[in-house]
C-alpha cells in the first residue's frame, strides 16, 4: 500500500470532510481512481484498435515498410 499527497480545491475538501467517515475516505478516492483510469485506458484501447482497422491507414503505412532496413545495424543510442 502507498500514500499519495493530493491537492484539492478547499471547498471540496471541506465538503469530502463532512460528507465521509475519515476510514471510508482512501477507500473511495482509490474506487473513483480506479474508475477513471479503466475509462481512459477504454479509450486508448477503442483508438489503438480503430488506427489498426483503418485499412487506409493501413496502406499507408506499407509505403513507410522500406525505412525498416535503412541501414542503421547499431542502434545503441
Not at 463532512?18 to 478516492?29: D, K
Not at 503505412?61 to 547499431?74: A, C, F, R
Amino acid at each position: 500500500m502507498s500514500k499519495v499527497l493530493i491537492s484539492m480545491p478547499d471547498p471540496l475538501a471541506a465538503r469530502m470532510r463532512a460528507t465521509l467517515p475519515p476510514r471510508q475516505r482512501s477507500l473511495i478516492i482509490s474506487r473513483l481512481i480506479e474508475k477513471e483510469i479503466e475509462r481512459r485506458e477504454k479509450a486508448l484501447y477503442e483508438c489503438a484498435l480503430a488506427v489498426e482497422n483503418d485499412n487506409a491507414l493501413q496502406e499507408e503505412m506499407k509505403d513507410w515498410d522500406i525505412t525498416l532496413q535503412d541501414g542503421l545495424d547499431d542502434e545503441s543510442w
